[in-house]
């Protein structure tokens, strides 16, 4: 079976840095790899995704994340945080139906 | 459209009531699933279907039981909960092969 690990419970960070999300991931098969966004009270939301092809991915809302398939990673990345960002974010591997999800990283954004 | 769709946001319940929770999605999909999810964890699979049969049940209790009347619905009937299943029950979609899930807003549950 696919597991995840985030490595990070929670990420502080001031406005306008970077932010780095790590996620490692366990497999004995191909996966699907995922970034889903949790607002207070909210469903998850996706970020991104890595299916195939290129292994760096990007979101509209200026994240990126990047397959690490040696590295069996999957690290999400923003260069410039905004306090809206503030948020949990949860990394996901996926094989046919069965997703799998890390424990979570909050991320904190603070002015 | 990538809309799924769950009813109601909040239910409050007592361990003997029976209630059921919906979700709906018309995106075309042929896979949807539960979660559980407690306050600061990450979802828990629950069930999944695809083309409406079941196909992962996650060894969940027999007094949630879901059922799938149609590509479009998915239901959660509860009876006889306990305290330690109030949560956030999430519903999604997908296409049936995997890829991208879409998930709902979400009911909060509160068992009494």
């Known amino acids: 079976a696919q597991s995840v690990t985030q490595l990070d419970s929670q990420v502080p960070v001031f406005e306008e840095a970077p932010v780095e999300l790590r996620c490692n991931y366990s497999?004995?098969?191909?996966?699907?790899l995922f970034w889903y966004v949790q607002y207070p009270n909210q469903g998850l939301q996706l970020l991104l995704k890595?299916?195939?092809?290129?292994?760096l991915v990007e979101s509209i809302n200026g994240f990126e994340a990047e397959f690490n398939k040696s590295q069996t990673s999957f690290h999400l990345r923003k260069p410039s945080v905004h306090i809206s960002d503030t948020a949990e974010y949860f990394c996901a591997v996926s094989y046919i139906n069965d997703m799998r999800f890390g424990a979570g990283t909050r991320l904190t954004v603070k002015p | 459209d990538t809309e799924v769709t769950q009813t109601p946001k909040h239910l409050v319940m007592g361990m003997t009531n029976k209630k059921s929770l919906k979700c709906e999605q018309h995106m075309g999909h042929r896979a949807m699933y539960w979660y559980k999810q407690k306050a600061k964890k990450p979802p828990e699979l629950m069930f999944v279907y695809s083309y409406e049969k079941l196909s992962i049940n996650e060894s969940v209790p027999s007094r949630f039981s879901p059922e799938c009347p149609n590509s479009s619905l998915l239901n959660l009937h509860l009876h006889a909960l306990q305290p330690e299943d109030s949560a956030l029950y999430l519903c999604a979609s997908s296409q049936p092969r995997g890829d991208t899930q879409y998930f709902g807003p979400g009911t909060r549950l509160t068992v009494l």
């Open positions: 890595y299916l195939s092809g290129s292994t």
């Open positions: 497999s004995s098969v191909s996966v699907y």
